[in-house]
């Protein structure tokens, strides 16, 4: 998810399920580099792939999208309960200060 155009071809699946040919149209980028994106979102379960007659077409795999939010909704729990933390902290040495 680091890389820019992988993030562009998840966009780019938003509203249907889409070809290589059809992807590739819509990006700066050549449609094997497409094909490469695609393979890294597929084994990271984030893409299904159909075949149609002799076309493949792509699509969102919801379940690993869910996936992916419950794992960086895990570190955003985290920053926020270090956050809470330390303010927490900050107001009992304020307290401890003002008695």
């Known amino acids: 998810m680091s890389d820019p155009t992988r993030r562009l071809v998840l966009e780019a699946l938003k509203g249907r399920p889409r070809t290589v040919v059809d992807i590739a149209s ?48 895990g570190f955003w729990e985290d920053v926020v309960a270090n956050y809470a933390a330390k303010i927490l902290k900050t107001r009992i040495n304020e307290a401890e200060k003002n008695e």
Do not use: M, T
């Open 26 to 73: 819509k990006l700066p980028v050549s449609r094997p580099a497409v094909s490469q994106h695609l393979k890294v979102l597929q084994e990271a379960g984030l893409v299904n792939v159909e075949a149609r007659g002799r076309q493949r077409y792509y699509s969102l795999r919801r379940e690993g999208l869910d996936q992916l939010r419950k794992y960086i909704d």
